[in-house]
Nanobody, 117 residues
Framework: QVPLVESGGGLVQAGGSLRLSCLDT????????MAWFREAPGREREFVAG????????SVIDSVKGRFTISRDDAKSTMYLQMNSLKPEDTAVYSC??????????WGPGTQVTVSS
């Protein structure tokens, strides 16, 4: 069983919203910092937003600041990424990961987000 599984992606018009979910399938990572990443076609994977083990957002990239909100519900073993005011440049495969020892591990398979103009 894959440790992390993302869902919630889809096709949306510019200005729309989506909420991504990252399920910790084995309820293993409740005490770890986690993060969302994205990879657009022809570009390297980039960090989007991070959250501490206690639920405090740790950082977010400037291009999504004020539009995306990261959160987690450990009772549901799920981390979320609320994405509002989506832009075509947000189109990418979004995946989640766990931070351990300063590096990210246990990448999920990802969920596709496509924003049409």
């Amino acid at each position: 069983q894959v440790p992390l599984v993302e869902s919630g992606g889809g096709l949306v018009q510019a200005g729309g919203s989506l909420r991504l979910s990252c399920l910790d399938t084995k309820r293993t990572f409740g005490n770890y910092n986690m993060a969302w990443f994205r990879e657009a076609p022809g570009r390297e994977r980039e960090f989007v937003a991070g959250i501490s083990w206690s639920g405090d957002p740790t950082s977010v990239i400037d291009s999504v600041k004020g539009r995306f909100t990261i959160s987690r519900d450990d009772a549901k073993s799920t981390m979320y990424l609320q994405m509002n005011s989506l832009k075509p440049e947000d189109t990418a495969v979004y995946s989640c990961a766990v931070e351990m020892g300063g590096m990210y591990h246990y990448w999920g398979p990802g969920t596709q987000v496509t924003v049409s103009s």
